[in-house]
């Protein structure tokens, strides 16, 4: 083939490229502009419904009204609440006859969710957002809710559980010879004489939040009753003073305000005279925290940590003449 007939053959191969790059250019071009008018045409479309991190959104959760601001509502990017309340769907939300955005859900987990967001806004690395506490049996059906938001990364699961609330069907048991027990065996009652006298419950306390509430029935002049745990396994019963026996923890009623831990005595003034006859107090034992607490009818609070992994028994000591104590039943 000659010089003539290549550069020929080359200057068509040239030819075919360009008019072929052409007709790429061209395309692309066509398929930009395209999507250049459907953007803008999609922005005109938005101008209405033009957004501000500060607005205020009115929810309908459950038939609970709530209230907050779009950026509480959407920090947490990829959630679906954040999709919806990006601006771009807002005019398809569902709403309610007050224009309110409706969701068909739990309200109570809505608002730990809700509670959460909003400590986030202002949480720091020191300070981070805690996660939502949710009582026991309810976790499954939470977190169920948390991923449906797409809220699965963020608020990690399982999260913190609550202790179940225990409210027991509780009645005396082991008692001293000078106790007596009345009333299907819920009242303690002392003999006419000056003595400490133990009484024990019959349940034992292993797991779970534990409530019970004891009526001071009679508290001769308001001197000293001791309410309070001991350990319930392998109990023996050492002598007729209970608040002294070994894993022994608790508070004297009264003019003392004697705290009693483990056979130690220490002595809290701010106890001293809070309770009197036909007062009720009430004990909450947190078996899975190791806490035992007093709740006084004056909203004051006591407080006392326990060895952890331990059986507890409720443990009453009377000490005058003819004092009584009421278990209540809720």
Known sequence: MSSEDLLAKFDELVKRFKEEFNEIIQGERAKMKAEVEQYNAEKQRMKPFEVSDDDIIH???GGKKITSTRSTLC?????????MFSGRWEDGLKRDEDDAVFFDVNPQYFGYILDYLRTKKIASRENPA???KVP??????FNTFVEYLGLSDEIAVPVEIVPIEIVPSEKFNLHAPE???QEAEKVAVHA???EYRHVLGENIYQQGRVRLKLKLESFQSNHWMFVGIVKGDGLQEINDNSHDWPGSYGWALGTTGQVWKERALTY???LRNLTKAGDTVELVLDCDAAKLSLHLPTG????IDLPKSQTWKLNVNLHGANDKIHIIER
């Open 179 to 181: 106790i007596t027990l």
């Open 59 to 61: 929810l309908n959760v």
């Open 192 to 194: 006419p004489n000056r």
């Open 75 to 83: 920090q947490v990017e990829g959630s679906l609440l954040a999709t």
């Open 268 to 270: 809290d003034n701010t």
């Open 300 to 303: 004051q609070e006591f407080h």
């Open 136 to 141: 026991r049996d309810q976790v499954k059906h």
């Open 130 to 132: 805690e996660l939502p």
